[in-house]
């Protein structure tokens, strides 16, 4: 697991350096030099979007998560594995694009009275999602490569760090609403080029596929993997969009926006396991590829663990500092507060299973993962739109953290039926209990009045309270060795 920690722990660093440029963007610039309607339309463009960038590479990205291994060859550039894989979104675009023109009076009408500028805007759904598709593809060819570094600091710092300067240009009055909405679009093209270039510049890179590699039989399984994972794709998406896509028809852009910033906070409890899995993704297939089941069990050990120990300290300090931190913004985003508890309890759930979706949608039994994860999307809508209508943002929030755990519970449980892999142990239990003893010490304390005061001795009472529960009982014994690998000169 040396390569996975390494370039685990580097792509967690560039992560959170990159949710520390988002914390800014989102706790001070947007809300200080946008409007919350503007705010909203870029959070709707981008979901919308998005979503719709999940369905046009038609699985591609887990298709070369799952099949590179066997492609994986230096010297005869891969046998063409890209030329291959980019068939997949080129199909998509011709199915895709045409059905999204021909739904766009439909769509553009459930936005129109609650929210009229997304309406307006709705045209630039087709180039984000078209330029959103092929980052996915080349990010994801880079990565199990292992080159995950630029893919990793361009989506995570270089592109806040362009949508800020977009932002001081347009509050600045140079530009218009209508150009500024175009830069944004334009801020993820010049990502794509970045990444486009590391990818000439490694070389090793034909789009001839190699025939003899693409026998009938390869291609069925192929052919089977990609639609069962294809749904899974969307299903996935629409669990982590559809609440903002929802929230558009039910409610103001403002409160979109609202929910947009609150909903982005508790995004740092799960930045640990989005940099592992990118890395991780790669190495359980290649080891399912082996079948080396005790270095998947290690990983999955591990990364419960070691994400569930970390993300114990992260929820504590995000659901216990909130109400100061919210202080900082105009009053309006106060109403968010609910919101950022309830996505940091769901944030706290997914990191608790570790790579549990690596392991079961790189292994044989993909379509149960994908059966369920489409169900679980299912119930995610009727949640939504039963939630939504009585309580607002905290209904989104809810129906969202609800199908986190039901989908986390279902993998568990899956892998240790179907694997015989189990990641908890009476550490879990540790962990948890400080998490319980932490918060209940540290939130029944008196305030200060002051907000950077208030902060500072949450944040350092916390932070000692969490670190004298885990030492005494020995929760992470075994992870200062690891630490010590890691900066151990190679």
Request: aromatic share 16%; hydrophobic share 55%; with cysteine.
């Amino acid at each position: 697991m040396g390569i996975i920690q390494r370039q685990g722990i580097q792509s967690t660093v560039i992560t959170y350096a990159g949710i520390f440029i988002g914390c800014i963007s989102l706790l001070w610039v947007q809300p200080n030099f946008l409007t919350a309607e503007e705010v909203g339309l870029t959070r709707v463009l981008f979901s919308f979007s998005f979503l719709v960038s999940t369905v046009l590479p038609m699985s591609a990205g887990n298709v070369i998560a799952r099949y590179f291994p066997r492609f994986r060859d230096a010297t005869s550039k891969h046998h063409g594995f890209l030329g291959f894989i980019l068939l997949f979104p080129a199909i998509g675009i011709l199915i895709c694009f045409p059905l999204l023109l021909l739904l766009k009076p439909f769509i553009v009408a459930q936005y129109v009275e609650e929210s009229p500028l997304f309406a307006n805007y709705f045209s630039l759904v087709f180039p984000l999602s078209l330029i959103l598709t092929l980052l996915a593809i080349v990010n994801n060819y880079l990565y199990s490569i292992f080159r995950p570094l630029l893919p990793a600091l361009g989506q995570e710092v270089i592109i806040r760090l362009l949508f800020i300067f977009l932002i001081f240009i347009y509050a600045s009055g140079f530009i218009s609403l209508e150009f500024f909405v175009l830069s944004f679009v334009g801020t993820y093209l010049t990502q794509l080029f970045l990444v486009l270039y590391q990818l000439i510049k490694i070389g090793n890179i034909s789009f001839k596929p190699d025939r003899a590699l693409l026998t009938p039989q390869f291609l069925k399984e192929i052919r089977k993997y990609a639609w069962m994972v294809f749904l899974a794709g969307i299903a996935s998406m629409a669990i982590k969009l559809m609440d903002v896509i929802i929230l558009g028809q039910f409610v103001p852009l403002a409160l979109v926006g609202i929910y947009g910033i609150a909903a982005f906070i508790p995004i740092f409890i799960e930045a640990p396991i989005n940099a592992l899995d990118k890395v991780a993704n790669s190495q359980i297939s290649n080891s399912w590829e082996k079948n080396d089941i005790k270095n998947i069990q290690d990983i999955y050990y591990k990364s419960a663990r070691y994400l569930y120990l970390l993300g114990g300290l992260l929820f504590l300090l995000i659901t216990l500092n909130a109400p100061y931190v919210l202080k900082w913004l105009p009053a309006e985003y106060y109403q968010g507060l609910p919101v950022i508890s309830i996505l940091s309890l769901s944030a706290l759930f997914n990191l608790m299973t570790g790579s549990n979706s690596s392991i079961i949608f790189t292994s044989e039994k993909f379509t149960a993962g994908s059966i369920a994860l489409v169900s679980v999307a299912i119930i995610d809508l009727v949640l939504l739109y039963t939630f939504i209508p009585i309580w607002g943002i905290e209904g989104a929030a809810w129906a969202t953290c609800a199908a986190s755990l039901l989908y986390n519970a279902f993998k568990w449980l899956y892998i240790k039926v179907k694997f015989k892999l189990q990641p908890f142990d009476l550490r879990t239990l540790y962990i948890t209990a400080a998490i319980i003893a932490t918060y209940a010490l540290t939130s029944f304390l008196p305030l200060w009045g002051n907000v950077w005061i208030d902060c500072s001795f949450h944040t350092i009472l916390a932070g000692t309270l969490y670190f004298i529960f885990i030492w005494y009982s020995r929760a992470a014994e075994d992870l200062i060795p690891v630490l010590k690998q890691f900066t151990k000169k190679k």
